[in-house]
């Protein structure tokens, strides 16, 4: 007889004293991060601090499309595995299937039309009214596409949305808005509901970031959840002026949710309102961007709500799906009590953690006052919610003591500084030179934490400074003469920098000599359909698109009469520019990269330790300082916490007691990605995809899978 047991299972038997069981035959890593409360945990413990020195390469799957050569694509997916099959996405996103036991593949999709942005996985669906193994279907999405996928060839299914797919463009569209949409991050499924949140473009012609519920087997809407609201609509007062769905996108749900499936409620953080750094025209809070919104899953409904930043011009939503745990505080009598909770980091350094019914903070959040002196026309909040408990897992200042002791051009760094703002969280952007710290990515970041089933949430994050400022953008608009200097100023300097040369750890890679590393048509398919961090820039005129082209091209045109279109902001911002010293380091005193595991019945950190290595530093006799890391934690039943995530290509067992590590090995490229654990016939493995191309460090499409012997 095959037994196949959900973690669920699992975790209650280990919770009523079971927890040596023997590993059953088969366990399912069956949703993103391993559950519906995004809880990255599985309580298998066949693999021990014992026996972890065993541990040795089970298979490893060649899933294709790396770009080897710019090094530009990344694999950040999560694979999930239901009943011995696998599910993961290459890294040119297209959708697999491999055994995983061996990692031979058994399907993989050849789309045509799947974007160019990074996915991180794919979800599954049965229809357990007709019996446990009808109609499995892989639900994934690419480009603007949301796709039915039969679970056991990979060919569409038909009878879903239009042959197979549903435009997610349909029903956020708005006057002025571009074309750019990715549901990159796996859906939410409840019942026979396919709750959706997907990427949007960043500035001023986002789309609208509505949450939405689609029937599962039909693709049919069933329900909407406006996070700008329309007119009546609770929150519409804290947007000015009047009608902001018609004239504003954003606050979209990209990176995830969390679903308690008992009671029916799905937690739904948002983004920021696009444009993410100056909001002189959305005067107000702007309810329900920066918001974790806990949602009737049936209906829509909104049943609570938490802003975790009033009006952001800082790009500062929340970077990952929820945790949902059971912790233990003191109830009104002063007795302990058991609370279904709800946490959420930030990529401020923060942990937010409420009831999961109520709404209710579990440790105080105070209203705190910080600068309001932004940039003319400029209306930032009196006061940001800070909680007090747990404290910061990052630093929350960065001044001339926390400029790095050895950087290598130290007085410089301090002169540059001197003339910075700088000292504080929540510094409005001005024509100065403005410091976020952590950075504008974290903090905390999209690989997101893990919690256990005592109560405690293991955290990722990086401590590396940003500095942006905002200029006046030269908007020439209707039928205007431009260059393409103008034009690429206009629409891409932001990002890749004025001066082409993008940003130092190319996450905005250089435009310089683009000419001998891409052809024209190339840059013209990126324009078009986006790629990576990228969005499409289909919505813009092809005169507009021809005449950038030529300017990275080095060609020489006259100025062009272009339809320019129209821009309603008077600023833009100067980039994302992390900070480095003259040898390539972050300018900030170490830790760069942390692991900080919290006890959340408490609020007390337990540890923190640094989070990747510079070897070449570490050779000089510098303690291990961290490094920039993405990607999210493993943690098993046997007190192991597996992770990849840093830019050295380690990946990483550490015992969750200590922070200590205990085991580490060499992966064929950076693992910017969460592992992810199950058993088949017996056999615990753990998997990590190994992508890469983050970071400056080199692309891979190996997923490699881990045993013992």
């Known amino acids: 007889m095959k037994y196949l047991i959900g973690l669920g299972t699992l975790s209650l ?26 809880s990255h945990y599985s309580p298998l413990n066949q693999i021990t601090a014992d026996n972890i020195n065993q541990l040795t390469v089970a298979w490893t799957y060649s899933s294709g499309g790396a770009d080897t050569v710019n090094n530009r694509t990344q ?24 055994d995983a036991a061996t990692g031979k593949e058994i399907w993989k999709t050849h789309l045509t039309d799947n974007g160019g942005t990074t996915s991180r996985g794919v979800t599954y669906w049965v229809d357990e009214s007709q019996g446990a193994q009808s109609n499995p279907r892989i639900l994934f999405g690419a480009g603007k596409w949301l796709y039915a996928l039969d679970a056991r060839t990979g060919q569409l299914i038909d009878s879903f949305g239009q042959h197979g797919r549903i435009d997610l463009k349909v029903g956020i569209e708005r006057p002025g808005g571009d074309n750019y949409v990715q549901p990159n991050t796996p859906n939410t499924i409840y019942k026979n509901l396919l709750i959706v949140g997907a990427r949007l473009a960043e500035g001023e012609t986002a ?17 909407a959840f406006h996070t700008i ?33 008992e009671r029916g409620i799905v937690f739904a953080p948002t983004g920021s309102a696009a444009y993410d750094f100056y909001g002189g025209n959305r005067k107000g809070d702007n309810l329900f961007a920066n918001c974790l919104i806990a949602l009737d899953a049936n209906t829509g409904k909104r049943l609570w709500h938490f802003q975790f930043v009033h009006h952001d011009i800082w790009d500062r939503d929340p970077p990952a799906p929820p945790n949902l745990l059971t912790v233990t505080h003191k109830g009104p009598d002063g007795r302990p009590q058991r609370i279904d909770a709800v946490a959420q980091t930030t990529k401020q350094g923060h942990v937010f953690v409420f009831d999961r019914v ?3 903070p579990l440790f105080p959040i105070v209203e705190t006052k910080f600068p309001t002196d932004g940039i003319a026309g400029e209306f930032p909040s009196q006061t940001q919610p800070i909680p007090q ?20 051009n130290r007085e410089e760094l301090v002169a540059t500084l001197k003339k910075a703002r700088t000292g504080s969280a929540y510094i409005p952007l001005t024509s100065e030179m403005t410091i976020f710290f952590p950075g504008t990515d974290g903090g905390a970041q999209w690989g997101g934490s893990a919690t256990d089933p005592s109560g405690v949430m293991y955290i990722p994050a990086k401590q590396n400074p940003c500095f942006s400022s905002l200029v006046k953008k030269e908007q020439p608009t209707g039928d205007a003469s431009v260059t393409g200097a103008q034009l690429y100023n206009l629409r891409c300097a932001a990002c890749h920098g004025a001066d082409r040369r993008g940003n130092h750890d190319g996450s905005y890679p250089s435009l310089l000599a683009i000419d001998k590393r891409l052809s024209a048509s190339a840059v013209h398919q990126v324009l078009q359909k986006g790629r990576g961090m990228m969005p499409s820039f289909s919505h813009l005129p092809d005169k507009e698109r021809n005449a950038i082209v030529d300017f990275l091209f080095n060609k020489t045109v006259a100025p ?21 010293d003259s040898k390539g380091y972050p300018v900030s005193n170490p830790p760069w990269g942390t692991l900080t595991a919290i006890d959340l019945n408490t609020g007390e950190h337990r540890w923190q330790v640094p989070l990747g290595e510079y070897k070449e530093l570490t050779a000089k006799g510098i303690p291990p300082t961290g490094t920039d890391n993405y990607g999210g934690p493993l943690v098993t039943g046997s007190g192991l916490l597996f992770i990849a995530a840093s830019k050295d290509e380690q990946f990483r067992v550490m015992d969750t007691k200590t922070g200590n590590i205990i085991w580490q090995t060499q992966l064929p490229a950076a693992g910017y990605a969460s592992p992810s654990t199950y058993s088949v016939r017996g056999k615990q493995y753990v998997v990590i995809a190994c992508g890469g191309g983050k970071l400056n460090t080199k692309s891979s499409d190996k997923y490699v899978a881990f045993a013992l012997p």
């Open 75 to 98: 694999m950040q997916c999560n694979p999930i595995v239901i009943n011995g099959v696998l599910y993961g996405v290459s890294a040119n996103t297209q959708a697999f299937a491999v």
């Open 358 to 360: 109520t709404g209710k």
């Open 207 to 223: 789309l609208l970031g509505d949450i939405r519920a689609y029937d599962v087997r039909t693709g049919r809407l069933v329900w």
């Open 389 to 408: 408990k747990p404290a910061p897992f990052t630093k929350q200042t960065f001044t001339e003591p926390d400029i790095n002791t050895w950087a290598s």
């Open 13 to 38: 038997l280990a919770g009523l004293g079971f927890s040596q069981l023997s590993t059953p035959a088969d366990v399912n890593w069956a949703e993103y991060n391993g559950d519906g409360s995004r």
């Open 560 to 580: 062009q009469t272009v339809s320019v279109q129209k821009g309603g902001l008077p600023y833009q911002h100067t980039g994302y520019n992390r900070w480095y």
């Open 229 to 261: 609201p329309q007119p009546g609509e609770f929150g519409y007062n804290t947007w000015a002026p009047a009608k902001p769905r018609e004239r504003l996108g954003g606050a979209n749900a990209w990176m995830g949710m969390a679903i308690d499936r």
